[in-house]
Structure formats: structure tokens, C-alpha cells
């Protein structure tokens, strides 16, 4: 199986897939870092009483990282899955009437 095109699509789509995702939330959380660390300024800017941009942009951390796990979710139900959907049967039928040890 490890041979098939399919299967070595579907494994790179994954890689791919994932890497970018990678990417982006290292991206997003290095930004905050190097804000952190060098825009203190902009980072100690008051939003509203005790609230200022580092605290807003730390707690985004989190729906960042959720939003990040949904695209993927949506990315692989679209791209991943009806390919492994595909490669499952094919196995399937392939298997149909062998006996496996």
C-alpha cells in the first residue's frame, strides 16, 4: 500500500497540510514573542482600565490555536479524508476473500 500513488498523495497533502499550519501558529506565536520582548511600548499600550495589548494579545493565543485545529479539521474533511476514503475501500477489496494472518 505504501507504494500506491494515492497513498503517497494522501501523505503528502497531509505533510503539506500540516506544515502550513505549522507555520502559522509558530508565526503568530513568535510575533507575540518578539513584540514582547522588543515593542514594549506598543505592548504596554492601556485598551481599557488594567487591560492593555500584550494581555489581549496573549489571551489570542488561544482562540488562535483553535482556530487553527478548525482550518485543519475543515482542510482535511475537504482534502485527506475522501482520498483515505478511497484508499480504504480500494484496501478493502483488495483484502475481500484473502485470509490475513
Known sequence: MSIDPRFVMLRRRFAVQTAILVV??????M??????????????????G??????????GQFPLTFLLAWAFHLLSVRTLDPLAEELRVGFEEDVEGRVID
Open 24 to 29: 502559522l501558529f509558530l508565526g503568530g506565536y
Open 50 to 59: 488594567p487591560i492593555n495589548v500584550a494581555l489581549l494579545l496573549g489571551i
Open 31 to 48: 510575533t507575540y514573542l518578539l513584540l514582547s520582548a522588543y515593542a514594549r511600548d506598543f505592548m504596554g499600550i492601556p485598551i481599557m
